[in-house]
């Protein structure tokens, strides 16, 4: 799980890189993220990512695919997003029904 998750901010710090170039950290800009970690089958994420203003629902979800096909957990087959999110999704991805899901906390930003 702790790989896992330091896979997921390998992605998301390639995603901010690319969103808000390598000095938006500094300034505060970093993409809002509510990831949930779900460990039943093979370990994966549910994410809930705010699309930042001036970019496209297309653009975030390219970008997120590339980079996270490019990482070590990284997978060509189990790729689905959705745009226009509501309570029901958020619900969906923290229904945690083993003892290790839970919200990756060493990844979320609001």
Do not use: Q
């Not at 790729?79 to 945690?96: P, Q, V």
């Amino acid at each position: 799980e702790i790989d896992a998750s330091r896979n997921l901010t390998h992605c998301l710090n390639k995603m901010n890189r690319k969103l808000f170039g390598k000095n938006g950290n500094k300034k505060g800009k970093r993409l809002k993220v509510i990831p949930a970690m779900e460990t039943k089958g093979r370990i994966h994420f549910h994410l809930f990512i705010k699309i930042p203003e001036g970019r496209t629902f297309k653009e975030i979800r390219e970008l997120l695919i590339w980079n996270w096909r490019g990482t070590k957990f990284g997978s060509f087959k189990y790729n689905h997003t959705r745009s226009n999110a509501d309570e029901g999704w958020l619900e969906y991805i923290t229904k945690f029904e083993n003892l290790a899901d839970d919200i990756d906390f060493m990844n979320i930003e609001f």
